[in-house]
């Protein structure tokens, strides 16, 4: 079966210092891999999506990036982190391949605050 | 993007049928109807999907009239655990077209 990991859990930064999160897929290969944001009391906001390794399509202009170094790892990177980054982060996967019928499988979530 | 308004919020009690409503007026052809259920500090999870007419699970029923322009989420006899953000989606494939809005808020209560 296949498990989405992600850490840390939660994190408290200050502002201006760096961020790297990571998600891991176990049990697929080749899955389509996504960052999302939630910020309190709010929809998801999609950051990344990937559908290959070091393919990466970035849907909000932040001072956040994303990588895939590797099938199925997914790095959220910030060099200065902003008060404004303060929020839930989600990773996710999907099957490979453009599907019409297309179910998100979501990681636990890592909650970062910015100080 | 096929935009989709949903209530806010929705109080119900236990034992009772609720029934959440998505209008997606300008759904495409080719777009699926997808519904996720979010508890607090969790990543959403999947509940049901459709395409057109009814689709019913172990968890849920999903009704869509003809013309697609919106669709209805039914859980059957929540319980105090269905207290969570429900979110409808409409779109295809992968990324930029998998758009959650802010969901509805439903709140069972004893």
């Known amino acids: 079966s296949q498990t989405i990991h992600q850490w840390p859990a939660t994190l408290v930064q200050p502002v201006g210092s760096p961020l790297s999160l990571e998600c891991t897929v176990e049990?697929?290969?080749?899955?389509?891999l996504y960052w999302y944001r939630q910020a309190a009391g709010r929809g998801l906001q999609l950051l990344f999506y990937?559908?290959?390794?070091?393919?990466i399509s970035s849907e909000v202009p932040q001072n956040l990036s994303a990588s895939r170094p590797q099938d199925r790892q997914f790095i959220l990177s910030s060099k200065k982190l902003l008060l404004s980054d303060s929020g839930f982060y989600l990773c996710?996967?999907?099957?490979?391949?453009?599907?019409?019928?297309?179910?998100?499988?979501f990681g636990p979530g890592t909650r970062l605050t910015v100080l | 993007l096929a935009k989709t308004t949903q209530p806010i919020s929705m109080d119900s009690y236990e034992g009772q049928e609720v029934n959440i409503t998505c209008s997606h007026n300008?759904?495409?052809?080719?777009?699926?109807i997808t519904w996720y259920q979010q508890f607090p500090s969790q990543g959403p999870r999947f509940i049901i999907q459709?395409?057109?007419t009814k689709v019913t699970n172990e968890v849920a029923s999903l009704f869509i009239p003809a013309d697609r322009k919106s669709s209805t989420l039914s859980l059957p006899r929540v319980s105090l655990s269905d207290t969570a953000v429900y979110y409808c989606?409409?779109?295809?494939?992968?990324?930029?077209?998998?758009?959650f809005g802010p969901g509805t808020r439903l709140s069972v209560l004893p």
């Open positions: 996710a996967w999907s099957p490979a391949g453009v599907t019409l019928y297309n179910e998100q499988f």
């Open positions: 049990g697929t290969s080749n899955p389509n």
């Open positions: 990937s559908v290959g390794i070091g393919q």
């Open positions: 300008n759904i495409a052809t080719n777009d699926y």
């Open positions: 459709g395409y057109k």
């Open positions: 989606l409409v779109g295809q494939g992968y990324g930029q077209n998998f758009v």
